[in-house]
């Protein structure tokens, strides 16, 4: 049974840091695109990053841009969001998906993600003012 579990969220103050976690059973993550999306409360679900196969190509939001990154854990099957000079607007639950793909198109892979498969729990992040 494929799972991925995100975890690591908390409460930090504005300008703090988080790292969140993505951990995956039933599948090998190095095969696979894997994206980060949040979903603030009254907000539509947004995905914010991507990374490739192979690490070679990323992709961020404008909203994260030169604040957050992604990258994988190879040896716990697992892909990392670090988190830094958060603001209280990134408050939202945050979750991961993968998806296999043929071409690196982050857009369309985050939209594919987002409309394919179920979500996970996700882990909480609230940033306070």
């Known amino acids: 049974q494929v799972q991925l579990v995100e975890s690591g969220g908390g409460l930090v103050h504005s300008g703090g840091s988080l790292n969140l976690s993505c951990a995956a059973s039933?599948?090998?993550?190095?095969?696979?695109?894997v994206g980060w999306f949040r979903q603030a409360p009254g907000k539509e679900r947004e995905g914010i990053s991507c990374?490739?196969?192979?690490?070679?190509?990323?992709y961020y939001a404008d909203s994260v841009k030169g604040r957050f990154t992604i990258g994988r854990d190879h040896e716990r099957n697992g892909v990392f969001l670090q988190m830094t000079g958060l603001k209280p607007e990134d408050t939202a639950v945050y979750y991961c998906?993968?998806?296999?793909?043929?071409?690196?198109?982050?857009?369309?892979?985050?939209?594919?993600?987002?409309?394919?498969?179920?979500w996970g729990q996700g882990t909480q992040v609230t940033v306070s003012s």
């Open positions: 998906k993968a998806r296999y793909y043929t071409h690196f198109n982050p857009v369309q892979l985050l939209d594919s993600m987002a409309t394919s498969g179920p």
């Open positions: 039933g599948l090998t993550l190095d095969h696979y695109a």
């Open positions: 990374i490739s196969r192979g690490d070679s190509e990323t």
